[in-house]
């Protein structure tokens, strides 16, 4: 997650899983990386790194996986940020598609979300110009700003002492994409795109460890439970798995609980 202290490992994780599937991490918008993209990325990998990978070594059919747009922001900021987190990875999965009216569609989504916590003037210019970049299909650019826009976001919620709520949109936009990701493994699931189904056992830690940095009232808090819950199921279906190749069962059960966190998350309040 963006200023996990541990973010290293997911660096080391994600390159090693690039020189493992024997391709370089170039993004399902070829006019976009083509021949210039790098056979391996230094640095921090991003969500945009992470789904350039799975792009290459599955059939995803990126336009399918987006879905309808969130009910008007709740009250609760928690369930806000796990929201925003989520909107946020949608961002990164309609880049992937090229979908430039989809992008400004779901950036005001974004933007009203960000307002629910108190940034939206602040990031105002950048949701704008973000929009812009889709429209003009700058997708490089683009590709650039919305990973920029992820990490300041996190920054100004830290700066203002606010750390659960930075957590909190780092898990929604990580359990989104894992849930993006395990839903083209299911519907590619030879033996060899199976280990996708979770990025990497690193990656699935992160989460953990991310979770576990939430102050004691948060953990205390009746949703945050039930997300923490699933999380420890889909941690025991892969700590236990043998060193033979994942099943189509556990593929399977892996989604079904990552659909379940998300129902969780957007679950409309009395």
């Known amino acids: 997650m963006s200023a996990s202290p541990s973010r290293n490992r997911r660096t080391i994780c994600l390159v090693a899983l690039g020189l493992c599937l024997g391709g370089m991490p170039a993004g399902a918008n070829e006019q976009v990386l083509g021949d210039t993209a790098p056979s391996i990325i230094l640095g921090d990998q991003t969500p945009a790194d992470f789904l350039d990978i799975i792009g290459l070594r599955t059939k995803a059919r990126w336009r399918l996986l987006f879905r309808e747009p969130p009910s008007t922001p709740p009250t609760d900021r928690g369930r806000a940020a796990l929201i925003l987190g989520s909107l946020m990875a949608d961002s990164f ?4 598609a090229g979908d430039s009216q989809q992008f400004r569609n779901n950036n005001q989504e974004v933007l009203s979300y960000c307002r629910t916590l108190g940034l939206g003037e602040k990031l105002l210019p950048r949701l704008m110009a973000q929009g812009k970049m889709a429209e003009s299909n700058e997708w490089k650019e683009l590709r650039h700003e919305i990973v920029d826009s992820h990490q300041v976001l996190i920054r100004m919620l830290r700066e203002q002492k606010d750390d659960d709520l930075a957590v909190l949109i780092d898990l ?6 894992l849930e993006i990701v395990s839903t083209v493994v299911v519907e ?4 060899e795109v199976r280990p996708l189904c979770i990025g990497s056992p690193v990656i699935l830690q992160e989460i953990r460890d991310d979770f576990n940095r939430l102050s004691m009232a948060k953990h205390d808090e009746v949703m945050i439970k039930h997300i923490g819950t699933a999380i420890e199921v889909i941690s025991v279906l892969w700590r236990t798995a043998s060193a033979d190749p994942p099943t189509v069962e556990q ?9 379940e966190i998300m129902l969780v998350i957007a679950e409309k309040q009395p």
Do not use: D, F, S, Y
Request: aromatic content about 8%; hydrophobic content about 50%; charged content about 20%.
């Open 188 to 191: 590619n699931a030879t033996v």
């Open 172 to 177: 929604g936009l990580w359990l989104r994409l």
């Open 251 to 259: 593929v399977t059960k892996t989604h079904e609980k990552l659909k």
């Open 93 to 96: 999965l309609i880049w992937q």
